[in-house]
C-alpha cells in the first residue's frame, strides 16, 4: 500500500532532550516536506527536500534539523526541544510536476 | 510571494444543505490549486486539484471546486451534506512547475447538524 509512515504518531518529552521524528514513504517521491500544524495558523512548512542530499527552509525553520540520506526517509530532528515546539506535525511527499502531496498521520508532540 | 486567504474559520451547516467554502489565493501566474480534507485525527487527503482547462473541477466524495481567475478564487462546493463531511477543509495554491511548494490556508472547520 503506498503511503507515509510516521513515528511516532505521540510523544511527550522534556525541555532540552533531542528527539528525532521519522518519515518513510514508499511511492519512490522526489520530493518531501515536514510541516507543523497549531490551531488558527493552519500548516506551515518547516523544511522541505528536492531529492537526496537537497534540503531548503521553509517558513519555519528554526529549532529544526532535517537530512535526506535516502529517498524514503526524510527525519525531523529537534535538538533542544522547547515547549513552544509543542504542536502536530506531518510529513507529506510528492512527485515531480502537477502532483498532489501525500501525508502521513501526524504525530502529536508535547514539549514539558 | 504566494498566499492562500480562507475567510470562514468555522462553518455550520445542517445535514442535506448545499456547501460553499472559499478560498482566495494571491500569485502572479498561474498557480496550482488544491482542496484538502482532514478528518479528526488523521492525515490530509486530497480532495481535487486545478491547474489548467475546464474551470469546474470535480473530486472525491461529491466535491467540486470552481476557479475564478478575475476573482482569485478557488471555491470548494457540495450540492448536499453528509454527516460524515465534517472536517478540517484545507486550500493550498503552488506555482506552478515541477517545484512548486505548495502554501496552505489557516483552514475552515466544517459542522454537520443532524
Known amino acids: 500500500e503506498a503511503q507515509v509512515t510516521q513515528n511516532p504518531r505521540y510523544l511527550i518529552t522534556v525541555t532540552g532532550k533531542k528527539l528525532t521524528v521519522t518519515c518513510s514513504q514508499n511511492?519512490?517521491?522526489?520530493?518531501m516536506s515536514w510541516y507543523r500544524q497549531d490551531p488558527g495558523l493552519g500548516l506551515r512548512q518547516i523544511y522541505y527536500?528536492?531529492?537526496?542530499?537537497?534540503?531548503d527552509k521553509g517558513d519555519v525553520p528554526e529549532g529544526y534539523k532535517v537530512s535526506r540520506k535516502e529517498k524514503r526517509n526524510f527525519p525531523l530532528i529537534l535538538e533542544s526541544p522547547s515547549p513552544n515546539q509543542t504542536s502536530l506535525y506531518f510529513c507529506?511527499?510528492?512527485?515531480?510536476?502537477?502532483?498532489?502531496?501525500?501525508f502521513g498521520q501526524g504525530t502529536r508532540l508535547t514539549v514539558v | 510571494a504566494q498566499s492562500v486567504t480562507q475567510p470562514d474559520i468555522h462553518i455550520t451547516v445542517s445535514e442535506g444543505a448545499s456547501l460553499e467554502l472559499r478560498c482566495n489565493y494571491s500569485?502572479?501566474?498561474?498557480?496550482?490549486l488544491f482542496w484538502y480534507v482532514q478528518s479528526p485525527g488523521q492525515g490530509l487527503q486530497l480532495l481535487l486539484k486545478?491547474?489548467?482547462?475546464?474551470?469546474l473541477v470535480q473530486g472525491i466524495k461529491g466535491f467540486e471546486a470552481e476557479f475564478k481567475r478575475s476573482q482569485s478564487s478557488f471555491n470548494l462546493r457540495k450540492p448536499s451534506v453528509h454527516w460524515s463531511d465534517a472536517a478540517e477543509y484545507f486550500c493550498?495554491?503552488?506555482?506552478?512547475?515541477?517545484?512548486?511548494?505548495?502554501?496552505f490556508g489557516r483552514g475552515t472547520s466544517l459542522i454537520v447538524h443532524p
Open positions: 507529506a511527499s510528492r512527485l515531480r510536476g502537477f502532483t498532489e502531496a501525500f
Open positions: 511511492m519512490n517521491h522526489e520530493y
Open positions: 527536500s528536492m531529492n537526496v542530499e537537497v534540503t
Open positions: 500569485y502572479g501566474a498561474t498557480p496550482y
Open positions: 486545478y491547474f489548467s482547462g475546464d474551470t
Open positions: 493550498a495554491v503552488g506555482a506552478a512547475g515541477g517545484s512548486y511548494i505548495p502554501t
